[in-house]
């Protein structure tokens, strides 16, 4: 049987302790691909730094602030 907990990130730690010494659970925690993630970041600055320079060079037209917040929520 498999069964999906919620517990509040101050909690895990101990909770997780706890089910570490109970012989027959089989603890698995998903892996968070961190790389990726960092190199999505700083490759987002880049493009973000290349769009206010080509707005203040006035090649591009620069977005308004509702495109912005729209592209943030997605």
Known sequence: ????????DKKADS???VLRH????KI???EVPKKKNEEEF???IKRAV?????????RKQPRTLK????????
């Open 1 to 8: 049987m498999q069964i999906t907990l919620t517990i509040p």
């Open 15 to 17: 909770f997780l302790d």
């Open 22 to 25: 109970v012989s027959y659970v």
């Open 28 to 30: 698995q925690q998903p």
């Open 42 to 44: 700083y490759e987002g």
């Open 50 to 58: 290349h769009e206010v320079n080509e707005a203040v060079a006035g």
């Open 67 to 74: 495109e912005f917040h729209a592209e943030l929520r997605d």
